[in-house]
Structure formats: C-alpha cells, structure tokens
T-cell receptor, first 114, second 115 residues
Framework: GAVVSQHPSRVICKSGTSVKIECRSL??????MFWYRQFPKQSLMLMAT?????????EQGVEKDKFLINHASLTLSTLTVTSAHPEDSSFYIC??????????FGPGTRLTVT | AQKITQTQPGMFVQEKEAVTLDCTYD???????LFWYKQPSSGEMIFLIY??????QNATEGRYSLNFQKARKSANLVISASQLGDSAMYFC????????????FGAGTRLFVKA
C-alpha cells in the first residue's frame, strides 16, 4: 500500500528558532500534498495544499511567511515553521494524494516549542 | 461552502455490539467523496472506508459499513462487533471534486469500547 513518512516524529525547539518537517511518499508519486495541524482533542485543520513545482495554497488565517512549504519533487514536501513560538506547538500531519480521491497520511510530527 | 458535522463528542459501546457514529455534510458540488478515519492515541490517521457521491451502494469494509443517505446528506459509520481496539477518535471527512482538492474534517467522535 501507499506509505507516507514524516521526519522527525517529535521535535523540541527553542522559541525563535526554525524547524523543518519533511513529508515523503515512499512508494508512489504524489501530485498533491496537504499539511494539517491538530491541537489536542481537536480536529485536523488544513493549513495548505501544495503541488509539485508550484507555490503552496494557504488556507485563510495561515501565515505563509511563518509556515513555509516547499514541494520540491513528487515525493517530498517540507514544512518549515519559522521563528517558532510556544503557540506553534502542535501535531503536524501531512498527507499525499495522486489523482484520485484517496489521500495517504503520514504518522505526524509533534512539535514542542519551549 | 463545504461543511462536515459530527454531533457526538463521545460514544460508549459494549464489546461485541454494533455502534453508529453520525456524520452529516453540506456541499454544493455534485461530485464528492466521503471518508472515515480512525485516529488512535498514537496520532496516526487510519483510513477506514470511502463512499463516492455517485456510488449506488453503501460502502463496506470488513466490520465497517457506511450508511449513505444522499438526500439527507448523511454518511454514518457503522462498526459491527466492536472490539476493545476500536477505542479511538473517529473523523468523518469530505473531499469535493477530483484529485487535488482539499479534504475537510469533522470535529470527531471519541469511541470508548467497554469490556
């Protein structure tokens, strides 16, 4: 089956620093990747949609300069949280999609900003 | 605008019994897909079942079935013969149109299976 990996699974960083999260589709080429964040006991909130080779489309209220998304290839998308603050602490999940309806989720990255 | 509503924040079910998790949706797009995902405490999103808007029959996957009532815009998940391992958060989700379109999620229902 289709597998999506995320790295790292957990990261702790200091306030003001930047952190990069990688999302890879391991056995298929993803035309589209999605980035979600999930606060404790809440649902997944879509942050942005990225297509390979083009700029990401951000959802309303998501700061594109703070959450930098790069979809460099059909198997890799990265999310960089710049100048992280404690309120950015969350669970970040990526998913990858081909041309159909299904999307395949990564295992998530838990970010803690101290 | 598309919208997914799950009105049950928490549900209890006795082991080996069936349980129905409710989901209603709203969309103006005639073409859409409906999904159910399970999220255990580990955080991973596990795909359970999919129903396309043009599918004539209700989807089934093992112990999971989707009760699709298009006119009512509901897509309830039925889990038969509940197991202790079914205890988790369950999300209903919808995706409009074809590939590349975003998926939105409901608020989720936490299911507790009692021994």
């Amino acid at each position: 089956g289709a597998v999506v990996s995320q790295h790292p699974s957990r990261v702790i960083c200091k306030s003001g620093t930047s952190v990069k999260i990688e999302c890879r589709s391991l056995d298929f080429q993803a035309t589209t990747m999605f980035w979600y964040r999930q606060f404790p006991k809440q649902s997944l909130m879509l942050m942005a949609t990225s297509n390979e080779g083009s700029k990401a489309t951000y959802e309303q209220g998501v700061e594109k300069d703070k959450f930098l998304i790069n979809h460099a290839s059909l198997t890799l998308s990265t999310l960089t949280v710049t100048s992280a603050h404690p309120e950015d602490s969350s669970f970040y999940i990526c998913s990858a999609s081909t041309s159909g309806y299904e999307q395949y989720f990564g295992p998530g990255t838990r970010l803690t900003v101290t | 605008a598309q919208k997914i509503t799950q009105t049950q924040p928490g549900m209890f079910v006795q082991e080996k019994e069936a349980v129905t998790l409710d989901c209603t949706y709203d969309t103006s797009d005639p073409s859409y897909g409906l999904f159910w995902y399970k999220q255990p405490s580990s955080g991973e999103m596990i795909f359970l079942i999919y129903q396309g808007s043009y599918d004539q029959q209700n989807a089934t996957e093992g112990r999971y079935s989707l009760n699709f009532q298009k006119a009512r815009k509901s897509a309830n998940l039925v889990i038969s013969a509940s197991q202790l391992g079914d205890s988790a958060m369950y999300f209903c989700a919808m995706r409009e149109g074809g590939g590349g379109f975003k998926t939105i999620f409901g608020a989720g229902t936490r299911l507790f299976v009692k021994a």
